[in-house]
Nanobody, 120 residues
Framework: QVQLVESGGGLVQPGGSLRLSCAASASIFSINYMGWYRQVPGKERELVAAITSGGATNHADSVKGRFTISRDNAKNTVYLQMNSLKPEDTAVYYC??????????????WGQGTQVTVSS
């Protein structure tokens, strides 16, 4: 089982920046896909950005040019650099890992989330 621990959330003014971290209990080389999702009350959880074990990335249209997902393999950590933050970015941000094994097939793991609030 993979444990994911998010950190780095907080309160920031519009136009400001935050860097979220997701530390995994397993080597991220063994995790096929990692990503960040966000959710606000009354709405569906939505994909923000994803990264594969090979380094390919994907970002939602709403955050392209502002957010960047990256990884540090030595630290088993995935990051989300958030710049030019807007009030509509306010949400709980969740780290996600998708893992494939020949024994169990696909498994999905979630962190507990970290609150990001963008307000003046």
């Amino acid at each position: 089982q993979v444990q994911l621990v998010e950190s780095g959330g907080g309160l920031v003014q519009p136009g400001g920046s935050l860097r979220l971290s997701c530390a995994a209990s397993a080597s991220i080389f063994s995790i096929n896909y990692m990503g960040w999702y966000r959710q606000v009350p009354g709405k569906e959880r939505e994909l923000v950005a994803a990264i594969t074990s090979g380094g390919a990335t994907n970002h939602a249209d709403s955050v392209k040019g502002r957010f960047t997902i990256s990884r540090d393999n030595a630290k088993n950590t995935v990051y989300l650099q958030m710049n030019s933050l807007k009030p509509e970015d306010t949400a709980v941000y969740y780290c996600k890992a998708d893992v494939y094994s020949d024994v169990g097939g696909w498994s999905r793991y979630w962190g507990q989330g970290t609150q990001v609030t963008v307000s003046s």
